[in-house]
C-alpha cells in the first residue's frame, strides 16, 4: 500500500511540474493575461477536466508559476553572495546574479515585475518568495558599520519599523528607507533593461548597471 501510495505520489509530481513547464512555455507566447489551463491541458493531450484535479483555476497555476519564479531569483541572488568578506562586494555580486537570472528567464520575469495580470490579485503565498532578494542584500548589512542614519518622516519611520518587525532585522529607519530606495533600483533597473527603456540612451546597460550597483551600495551605507 505504501509502495503504491508513493507512486501515485511521485507520478502527480511529475504530471504537475509537466503542467507548469508547459504553463512558462505559453508565457513566452500569449503572456500571463493569455495563459489557459484548456490550452496547457490540450498541449499535453489532457482532457480539459483532468488538469483541474491539479489546478482548480488558472489563478491557482498562476501563484505557483509565481512563487517559483521567486524562489527562482531569490535562490539565485543567495547563490552569488560568497557569505563572506567585502560586504560591498557581496552587494554587488548580489545584483548582479539577480540581472543575470532575469536576463536567463525574461517571461518569468515579467511575470512577477511586468505589469499586471487583469483580474488577479497575489495571494499571501507570495510574500515570504518575494522578499529573498531583499533579504540577501540586507544579510550584507549584518555587522557592518553603516553611514546611512538620519531623520526619516515619521510616517516612513512607522513603516519601516513595521518592516523591520516583519522581516526579522535590526537596522533604522534611514537605513530602511534607504535599503528600499535601493531595491527599487534594483528591480527598475533590470525592468528598464529587459523591456527596451534603455535603447537610445545606456544600451547596452552593462555599465550603468555596474555603475548604479556601486552607487546603491554607497548610499545605503556601505
Known sequence: ?????????????????EIKDEARRQ????????????????????VSSAIYRYFPSRDRLLTDLIVDAYNAIGEAAERADPGTGDPRERWLAIWQGTRDWARSHPHEYALIYGSPIPGYAA?????????????ALVKTLTNT???????????LRAQAE???????????????????????QLFGAISFDLFGQYVGSVDPADAFFAHSARRMAEFVGL
Open 27 to 46: 508565457l513566452a507566447e500569449v503572456g500571463a493575461h493569455g495563459l489557459s489551463l484548456r490550452a496547457v491541458a490540450r498541449e499535453l493531450g489532457m
Open 162 to 184: 513595521t518592516l523591520t518587525k516583519a522581516l526579522g532585522i535590526i537596522a533604522g529607519p534611514e537605513t530602511v528607507s534607504r535599503l528600499l530606495m535601493a531595491w527599487t
Open 123 to 135: 495571494p499571501q503565498d507570495t510574500v515570504v518568495p518575494a522578499s529573498r532578494v531583499a533579504l
Open 145 to 155: 558599520k553603516l553611514r546611512a542614519e538620519g531623520e526619516v518622516p515619521p510616517e
Open 1 to 17: 500500500m505504501t509502495t503504491s501510495r508513493t507512486a501515485r505520489e511521485r507520478a502527480r509530481a511529475e504530471l504537475t511540474q
